[in-house]
Nanobody, 120 residues
Framework: QVQLVESGGGLVQAGGSLRLSCVASGSIFRISTMGWYRQAPGKQRELVASITNGGGTNYVDSVQGRFTISRNNAKNTVWLQMSSLKPEDTAVYYC??????????????WGQGTQATVSS
């Protein structure tokens, strides 16, 4: 089994920054893509950013230039540095990982979510 644990959410004023962290643990052989989704009240969950194990990144247009995703493959950890935050960035942020387990089974796993709130 695999677990993803997020941390780093909180309350910040508009223009401020937050750094989210996510650590994957368990029966991991290799993790390919890791990413961050978010879900605001009354809205669908959306992909914010993703990163391959080779370091290739992808961002939703609304965060381009403000958010940076990074990872440490050896530590099975992914971060999301969020800067110049706006009230519309307020959401629950979820970490996800595409995991190949030691059993050779492959599944996508999700963290429990961490709340980020940006006040105006």
């Amino acid at each position: 089994q695999v677990q993803l644990v997020e941390s780093g959410g909180g309350l910040v004023q508009a223009g401020g920054s937050l750094r989210l962290s996510c650590v994957a643990s368990g029966s991991i052989f290799r993790i390919s893509t890791m990413g961050w989704y978010r879900q605001a009240p009354g809205k669908q969950r959306e992909l914010v950013a993703s990163i391959t194990n080779g370091g290739g990144t992808n961002y939703v247009d609304s965060v381009q230039g403000r958010f940076t995703i990074s990872r440490n493959n050896a530590k099975n950890t992914v971060w999301l540095q969020m800067s110049s935050l706006k009230p519309e960035d307020t959401a629950v942020y979820y970490c996800t990982a595409d995991v190949l387990q030691t059993s050779m089974a492959r599944s996508q796993y999700w963290g429990q979510g961490t709340q980020a709130t940006v006040s105006s």
